[in-house]
């Protein structure tokens, strides 16, 4: 566990937080400009003191203020990758990747340049690399000092769209490979809900949710982040096999058969499901000449008038139950009345859209 307790007065502003967070997977940190985050990410890594508190990565303490700790930077073994990768100019990749290397075995080094695949750039200079890669060379720079954490601010934040989607592959990829704990820092909830385990979402300072992805997603506090339109359920599936005629995929969500466009993803594998409150209607009989392939079996768990919402007045959300996972429907209020929908009552959920969030989570498992 990472133990966070931080106190932190600035002159508009403070931080004042308690809170853990798994020294496993990658944690995403969330909120709003001004919210705290590059504060706390400050705070961890020693780049700023609290002004009381104590911060603990198991049991080693990089911070307390009342035994009088207070490791500098380069004491805490934390890897750092800033928005821009900041390498040096005047030296080769190679030699980047070296600097403040606390790792003397080459078979690391191998591995990090391949996993990043930057093998090809170690003569170049960083003045001859593109964003992407400089960000890789950053990240390798950063594993490469050993860390036993790593935290990354906004690392895609100065990318192009494709040049973010391939920098993500390779965090995913590094995740599932090194084991290395990290700290992401992200406006982007596309991003997050690719890459990261758990998240911590902040406000003013203070942390208003935290936990795994899965249920800070489905908390109160995320709502006001999901405009009507975009509010969605995460759900983890498992896929069962492919289609033999069509190139679809089927998965297993709590024992539904549940058909999605093919995924490269083995039997077993566990898959995240982004499902949309818009894409999902509801019937009370299941119907057999319809188009609609997903029409999973499910209890009303809650009815939310618009009113506690963030979304258009005349409709209302349905919480659904499908074992022990949660979906979200966007109905009107007319269909609710027509319907004579009531909680606790069982229904059928047709789902004419579902996107896959991240492929193999099955490291999710080993690690936690
Ligand atoms: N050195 C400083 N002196 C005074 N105030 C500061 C200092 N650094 C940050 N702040 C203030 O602290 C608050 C939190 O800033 P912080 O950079 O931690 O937010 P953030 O959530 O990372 O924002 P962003 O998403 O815009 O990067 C802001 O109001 C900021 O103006």
Not at 109 to 133: A, H, K, T
Not at 344 to 358: M, N, P, T
Request: aromatic share 6%.
């Amino acid at each position: 566990m990472i133990a966070l307790d931080v106190s932190l007065q600035r002159e508009d502003f403070s931080l004042s937080l308690i809170a853990s967070i798994p020294s496993t997977g990658i944690t995403a940190v969330f909120g709003r400009s001004g919210a705290g985050k590059t504060s706390l990410i400050n705070a961890i890594s020693g780049l700023v003191t609290p002004d009381s508190g104590s911060i603990r990565i198991g049991s080693k303490v990089l911070f307390d203020s009342s035994a009088g700790v207070n490791l500098r930077p380069e004491q805490r073994r934390i890897g750092y990758v800033f928005q821009d990768a900041r390498l040096f100019p005047h030296m080769s990749v190679a030699k980047n990747l070296n600097y403040g290397s606390k790792v003397s075995n080459s078979d690391k080094f191998n591995e990090v340049v391949s996993l990043l695949d930057i093998g090809g750039l170690l003569s170049r200079y960083p003045n001859d690399l593109s964003g992407g890669e400089k960000q890789r060379v950053a990240i390798g720079r950063a594993l490469l000092s050993d860390p036993e954490i790593l935290i990354m601010d906004e690392p895609t934040a100065s990318l192009d769209k494709p040049r973010r989607q391939e920098l993500i592959s390779y965090l995913l990829r590094l995740a599932q490979t090194l084991h290395v704990p990290v700290i992401y820092v992200s406006h982007s909830l596309d991003e997050i809900l690719q890459l990261a385990d758990h998240m911590l979402l902040l406000e003013k300072g203070e942390v208003i949710a935290n936990g795994s992805l899965h249920d800070v997603w489905g908390s109160l506090p995320m709502r006001p982040w999901l405009a009507a339109k975009e509010q969605s359920a995460l759900v983890t599936a498992m896929v069962v096999g492919s289609h033999p005629v069509y190139a679809m995929t089927q998965l297993d969500l709590e024992g539904q058969p549940l058909w999605v466009t093919k995924v490269d993803e083995n039997a077993g594998a566990s898959v995240r499901l982004r499902i949309f409150a818009n894409d999902i209607s509801i019937a009370k009989t299941r119907s057999n000449d319809t188009s609609i392939r997903n029409v999973i079996p499910s209890v009303i768990q809650s009815i939310e008038s618009a009113t506690s919402l963030s979304s258009e007045s005349g409709y209302c959300q349905l919480v659904l139950r499908v074992g022990n996972e949660t979906l979200l429907a966007n109905i009107t209020q007319w269909a609710l009345d027509e319907l004579g929908l009531l909680e606790g009552q069982e229904v059928y959920a047709q789902l004419k859209g579902v996107s896959i969030a991240r492929g193999d989570l099955a490291h999710d498992h080993r690690n936690n």
